[in-house]
């Protein structure tokens, strides 16, 4: 029997969350508010929203999450949760800074670093111009990280940027702004530049209309910038980066879903690769990238879909988390392929690693009550449900989670741990014979 046969008290139908999230994906189509990326290349911004059908081959998509999620990663290792990824709102145009302590700071990441200065490339000292203006800074930081690719080292440079006419990249934000909302209520992009991405490699070319645009030009006058490249900014990032005390072992919340698999993975990275004395830039800064890519993949679903959502940390000892919350309540996603929606009586017997997951979220969280949202993909109709799920005992949980935690902590063999369920899953898990879930 999986934990959650023992725990949950009741399922409700949530109808009411499930109107507003309903409502929320209709406003999806409307207007959203312009941002600074939307004036850096506006017109690639508008097919972004014009034509959502395209979309990046996979490999990209990947690096730009790895990039999205790697911002955040490297904020909070070189600065402090009160300076990272500051929300900036300024004549109708919002942005995110990097880093803003002093000075805005801007991270980009790119697979290829041109010598000198030509690596602060026109888009990045643009979108660094525009912070600046929002916040009335004349100077800013730009650090730029070229990724480890195909056996090549990483390369992480640094510039300080100085802005001598504030007011001119004030105007030109402002007219950009103003072609960029006429296209959108016209839908038609014929008055937008040319995306710098035309003769490269852009995603929406066969329908752009670039190749008759209007040259893109600077947003930011180039007889009005600065830019010195800064060798003692990088050594001190590096000295972040690298000099850090080294995490123990650190667990997550799906561990305790899957413990068997958790310990089968650790297992298998502790034999193929021992552990390094020494952790230099390239490494420090490829192992954020890879978080970063979980990060952002993980706040893809989150705020893919708009609504009142938050995440708040958790932790036991050597596990840390964060649980989302719907409206203060501990929410969960989940994709289904099944064909038609599960009667309520058995969606603990069909999806025990749902409800596994949100009943350890909720007695960390300390909730009594959890929400999953199930989305059915293969059904035309009522694609998705909401449920509220009641817990019999908080403290019942609590406990089979610090039990399964100190077995995985002491590397208890896979055996030793709940089999992960249900009954169909060892089929497709490929650990296999090592994992001992499937009946002999």
Same mark, same amino acid.
């Given at each position: 029997m999986s934990l959650a046969e023992r725990v949950v008290l009741g399922i409700d139908a949530n109808r009411t969350v499930k109107d507003e999230l309903t409502e929320a994906l209709k406003r999806q189509g409307r207007r959203r508010r312009i941002s600074v990326t939307d004036l850096v290349n506006p017109r690639q911004a508008f097919f972004q929203r014009a034509?959502?059908?395209i979309q990046p081959d996979p490999e990209r998509k990947q690096a730009m999450l790895a990039g999205t999620g790697f911002h955040e990663v490297f904020g909070r290792a070189v600065s402090t949760e009160e300076f990272v990824e500051q929300f900036v709102e300024f004549q109708g145009i919002v942005g995110k800074i990097d880093i803003y302590e002093d000075v805005p700071v801007e991270?980009?990441?790119?697979?290829?670093?041109?010598?000198?200065?030509?690596? &602060?490339?026109?888009?990045?000292?643009?979108?660094?111009?525009?912070?600046?203006?929002?916040?009335?800074?004349?100077?800013?930081?730009?650090?730029?990280?070229?990724?480890a690719l195909y056996g090549r080292?990483?390369?992480?440079?640094?510039?300080?940027?100085?802005?001598?006419?504030?007011? &001119?990249?004030?105007?030109?934000? +402002?007219?950009?702004?103003?072609?960029?909302?006429?296209?959108? &209520?016209?839908?038609?992009?014929?008055?937008?530049?040319?995306?710098?991405?035309?003769?490269?490699?852009?995603?929406?070319?066969?329908?752009?209309?670039?190749?008759?645009?209007?040259?893109?030009?600077?947003?930011?006058?180039?007889?009005?910038?600065?830019i010195a490249e800064n060798p003692e900014l990088v050594t001190a990032m590096t000295a972040l980066l690298t000099?850090?005390?080294?995490?123990?072992?650190?667990?997550?919340?799906?561990?305790?879903?899957?413990?068997?698999?958790?310990?089968?993975?650790?297992?298998?990275?502790?034999?193929?690769?021992?552990?390094?004395?020494?952790v230099d830039?390239?490494?420090?800064?490829?192992?954020?990238?890879?978080?970063?890519?979980?990060? &952002?993949?993980?706040?893809?679903?989150?705020?893919? +879909?708009?609504?009142?959502?938050?995440?708040?940390? +958790?932790?036991?000892r050597t596990l840390k988390g964060k649980v989302g919350t719907f409206r203060g309540v501990p929410t969960i996603f989940r994709s289904t392929r099944k064909t038609k929606l599960v009667d309520r009586s058995r969606l603990v017997e069909e999806f025990p690693y749902y409800f596994d997951r949100i009943a350890f979220e909720c007695a960390l969280s300390g909730h009594q009550t959890g929400r999953v949202v199930v989305y059915y993909e293969a059904v035309k109709d009522d694609k998705f449900m909401v449920y509220d799920v009641h817990f019999r005992s908080l403290e019942e949980i609590m406990a089979e989670a610090d039990r399964r935690l100190a077995l995985l902590e002491a590397g208890a063999a896979p055996e030793q741990l709940p089999p992960c369920e249900p009954a169909w899953m060892p089929n497709y898990c490929p650990h296999g014979p090592r994992c001992a879930c499937r009946p002999a």
């Open positions: 034509r959502p059908d991270l980009k990441t790119t697979a290829s670093l041109p010598q000198g200065i030509g690596a &602060a490339r026109p888009s990045y000292v643009d979108q660094l111009g525009m912070y600046c203006t929002m916040t009335g800074r004349e100077q800013g930081r730009l650090f730029v990280y070229k990724r080292p990483g390369a992480l440079k640094g510039f300080d940027v100085r802005f001598a006419d504030l007011k &001119a990249v004030e105007r030109e934000m +402002v007219r950009r702004r103003d072609l960029f909302r006429e296209a959108l &209520a016209s839908q038609d992009p014929s008055r937008l530049p040319r995306c710098e991405w035309f003769e490269l490699r852009c995603d929406y070319r066969a329908v752009c209309g670039c190749a008759t645009a209007e040259p893109l030009g600077r947003l930011v006058p180039a007889a009005a910038i600065q000099d850090a005390p080294k995490p123990g072992p650190q667990f997550r919340l799906n561990d305790l879903v899957f413990p068997r698999r958790a310990a089968i993975e650790r297992q298998a990275v502790a034999e193929a690769k021992p552990e390094e004395e020494d830039l390239d490494t420090a800064l490829a192992g954020m990238e890879r978080l970063g890519f979980g990060d &952002a993949l993980k706040d893809a679903l989150w705020y893919g +879909v708009p609504g009142a959502f938050a995440r708040i940390p +958790v932790s036991l």
